[in-house]
């Protein structure tokens, strides 16, 4: 009976200050805290942003753009209320990614820099598809769907970012056909994403051109259906 005392007395303490013995407990109650927190989301998203903007996709300063970009995705699922094993599975292409970047940044070649950019993705593709699934699915439109929203869009035009990285990476600087800045890659993403296009920084050749096509469509058809629909619907006196 003492014995079983004692070791009820640890537990019953961790749990006054809000901890548990158990990890899948532990896992429960982060989950629940961060859920629908996409004002947190949209802040890492902007973070990686500006980290993109720069810092180089090359060297250690890739490696810190994968290890922040993978923390974001799966922030981001954890937010979405995502199953566990799909979490599990984006942190462990997050690990992967990291240590392919890592790799390369120890000065085995700029391959390991574009898998590292593939893995990143797949990784913000599963994210921003769950986060758009909760907004698209909430029964009233708050605060916190029009931030959802805006995360998925701009983890939209990082995404084409992490692509056009990878094009250029795996064919050895073939994207824009001449030497890169610090930031050209994000600042072109962003540019289509919104149909800006300054012009100054054009896609070479192939699949860069198609591909950055697809981003004005695919930017264009969110502002106007999705963004748009859930603004035209939002009520600011109403409370989450």
Not at 113 to 119: D, E, I, K, Q, R
Not at 178 to 201: A, P, R
Request: charged letters at 10%.
């Amino acid at each position: 009976m003492a014995a079983e005392a004692s070791q009820a007395e640890p537990r019953d303490a961790a749990r006054a200050f809000g901890m548990s013995r158990r990890p899948g407990e532990r896992w429960t109650r982060f989950a629940a805290r961060i859920a629908n927190a996409f004002g947190v989301v949209l802040l890492l998203v902007v973070a990686l942003y500006v980290l993109g903007s720069l810092v180089s996709f090359s060297g250690w300063g890739g490696f810190a753009i994968a290890a922040t970009a993978g923390t974001c995705a799966v922030f981001a699922l954890v937010s979405a209320e995502a199953r566990h094993g799909l979490v599990r599975w984006a942190v462990m292409f997050a690990v992967a990614a990291t240590v392919a970047a890592g790799i390369s940044a120890l000065g085995a070649g700029q391959k390991w820099s574009g898998v590292a950019a593939l893995l990143e993705v797949g990784l913000l593709a599963v994210a921003a598809a769950e986060v758009l699934g909760t907004v698209v699915t909430e029964r009233q439109v708050g605060f916190r769907t029009i931030l959802g929203a805006i995360s998925v869009y701009v983890i939209l035009g990082l995404l084409f970012t992490f692509v056009y990285v990878a094009v250029d990476k795996l064919q050895d600087g073939a994207f824009f056909g001449q030497s890169t800045q610090t930031g050209d890659f994000v600042f072109f993403s962003i540019t289509t994403l919104t149909t800006t296009g300054y012009g100054n920084l054009v896609p070479a050749a192939q699949p860069g051109r198609m591909l950055s096509g697809l981003e004005m469509l695919l930017g264009q058809i969110f502002l106007v259906t999705l963004i748009a629909g859930l603004v035209s619907l939002w009520r600011p006196g109403r409370r989450d």
